[in-house]
């Protein structure tokens, strides 16, 4: 038996109304099964349309293995670029005269990936500051270092930024 609170009127109006929608799920499901039949026969022995994901951009392989070729010089330039620019700094800071504390003298070594730059050293005194710049090939100078300098130098090559 059915609970009072659902009719057998009520049912059946539900049943009439599922049957329906699959009636309309069924006519829909023929319809559009006719038009991927007629679009598969219409493209039947046509060559693929290019796809691209850019922007609706289709271009050949040619003219895209020209792009990625000129591509691949412009990223060869920026390294070289780049290998010649500071990469490596090492700092040591110091007290140049023993009355004067503070550590206010330096030494900073700017290198670039081959370990060639500038080595600053800054001499603070009570009246006077001196800077120097010293040439710095391959972790080396030709021109003498102080204890400092050298230091700067060492702590540039190790540090290596990636």
């Given at each position: 038996m059915l609970a009072p609170a659902v009719s057998r009127d009520t049912l059946s109006i539900i049943s009439i109304a599922a049957a329906a929608v699959a009636v309309v799920a069924l006519v829909l499901v023929l319809v559009l099964g006719r038009r991927v039949r007629?679009?598969?026969?219409?493209?039947?022995?046509?060559?693929?349309?290019?796809?691209?994901?850019?922007?609706?951009?289709?271009?050949?392989?040619?003219t895209l293995a020209l792009e990625l070729a000129g591509l691949r010089e412009e990223t060869i330039a920026l390294q070289d670029a780049v290998a010649l620019a500071v990469q490596r700094v090492g700092i040591v800071r110091f007290d140049a005269f023993e009355d004067l504390g503070g550590m206010l003298s330096f030494a900073v070594a700017m290198l670039d990936k081959e370990g060639s730059g500038v080595v600053l050293s800054s001499i603070n005194g009570r009246n006077e500051t001196r800077i120097y710049a010293k040439p710095v090939e391959h972790g080396g100078s030709r021109i003498n270092l102080s204890g400092e300098e050298e230091e700067a130098i060492r702590r540039a090559l190790g540090a290596v930024r990636r």
């Open positions: 007629r679009m598969r026969r219409a493209l039947r022995g046509r060559p693929a349309a290019p796809r691209s994901e850019h922007g609706g951009r289709t271009e050949e392989p040619e």
